[in-house]
């Protein structure tokens, strides 16, 4: 059974950092690409970033040059570092595991998700 667990959320004014964490178990982390997700009131899902298994990256436009996706297949942990955020950023941040290895595989397990604040 996959869990996923994430941290690092909270509060931050605009412009601050913040470093979220996820730390994957039940499968084999190595051979799935992870990935990033937000969700804000009244919006849909949106990708923020993404990483495979061997460590290729995408990012949302929004994001691009602010967020930096990483893992440590080691540890079984993937994070995610926010620097200049901005209040568009305030949302509900879960981390996924996908059924594949590659960029773009579909997400099928997720975290139980981590709020994040930014203040104006």
């Known amino acids: 059974q996959v869990r996923l667990v994430e941290s690092g959320g909270g509060l931050v004014q605009a412009g601050g950092s913040l470093r979220l964490s996820c730390a994957a178990s039940?499968?084999?982390?190595?051979?799935?690409?992870m990935g990033w997700y937000r969700q804000a009131p009244g919006n849909q899902r949106e990708m923020v970033a993404e990483?495979?298994?061997?460590?290729?990256?995408n990012y949302a436009d929004s994001v691009k040059g602010r967020f930096i996706i990483s893992r440590d297949n080691a540890k079984s942990t993937v994070s995610l570092q926010m620097n200049n955020l901005e209040a568009e950023d305030t949302a509900v941040y879960y981390c996924a595991r996908a059924r594949g290895a590659a960029l773009g595989s579909e997400f099928v397990f997720w975290g139980q998700g981590t709020q994040v604040t930014v203040s104006a």
């Open positions: 039940g499968s084999i982390f190595i051979t799935a690409a």
């Open positions: 990483i495979s298994s061997l460590g290729r990256t």
